[in-house]
T-cell receptor, first 112, second 118 residues
Framework: DADVTQTPRNRITKTGKRIMLECSQT?????MYWYRQDPGLGLQLIYY???????NKGEISDGYSVSRQAQAKFSLSLESAIPNQTALYFC???????????FGPGTRLTVL | AQTVTQSQPEMSVQEAETVTLSCTYD???????LFWYKQPPSRQMILVIR??????QNATENRFSVNFQKAAKSFSLKISDSQLGDAAMYFC???????????????FGKGTHLIIQP
């Protein structure tokens, strides 16, 4: 079984809808991250969390919110989706400052 | 802010040949980590190799090796004996310890699309 899972894997929604992307991990890591990937670009950091009570904005947090429900679960929400939020979204985990980040399989989101 | 630059949008190599992908970065930190990730058409982000800045020895993983030049802020990836399965997007990424005060997380380059010709 995969260590980092994301649901859904693909989602099509309409402008103005609220949508939640979920991430779960079995690696036992404290740190979790959400990234966004646009075509022709690398990944950009949206939010990250050191533990359930410590959540921080990344470089492109506008229009997004997150919830860390437990050590193993980190959700990303789009309160009112807009077309330029169409992208591939990745969740990742790591153990500490010097650990590798391990990525989930990604969620392809399309906002019409 | 840290930046990562991959100057080769696309590279092509014959199967069994060697190819080198370039990456440069900008940072004022002395302690950091560098990574190469592979993204095949399945879109999964797969770690290829990592390098700690304090280590002078270049990292190697089977057919993959890096040329880390700290003073030049250069981190290139060499793939030897290229195989069809190596075809993918390759991303160079930088990470500084959060204890340095900056945001945690990876800073990525825009990627290099590697094509393997049979």
């Amino acid at each position: 079984d995969a260590d980092v899972t994301q649901t859904p894997r693909n989602r099509i929604t309409k402008t103005g809808k609220r949508i939640m992307l979920e991430c779960s991990q079995t690696k036992g890591h404290d740190r979790m991250y959400w990234y966004r990937q646009d075509p022709g670009l690398g990944l950009q950091l949206i939010y990250y969390s050191f533990d359930v009570k410590d959540i921080n904005k990344g470089e492109i947090s506008d229009g997004y919110s997150v919830s860390r429900q437990a050590q193993a679960k980190f959700s990303l929400s789009l309160e009112s989706a807009i077309p330029n939020q169409t992208a591939l979204y990745f969740c990742a985990t790591s153990d500490n400052d010097w650990d590798t980040q391990y990525f989930g399989p990604g969620t392809r989101l399309t906002v019409l | 802010a840290q930046t990562v630059t991959q100057s080769q949008p696309e590279m092509s190599v014959q199967e069994a040949e060697t190819v080198t992908l370039s990456c440069t970065y900008d940072t004022s930190e002395s302690d950091y980590y560098l990574f190469w990730y592979k993204q095949p058409p399945s879109r999964q982000m797969i770690l290829v190799i990592r390098q700690e800045a304090y280590k002078q020895q270049n990292a190697t993983e089977n057919r993959f090796s890096v040329n880390f030049q700290k003073a030049a802020k250069s981190f290139s990836l060499k793939i030897s004996d290229s195989q069809l399965g190596d075809a993918a997007m390759y991303f160079c990424a930088y990470r500084a310890p959060h204890s340095g005060g900056g945001a945690d997380g990876l800073t990525f380059g825009k990627g290099t699309h590697l094509i393997i010709q049979p």
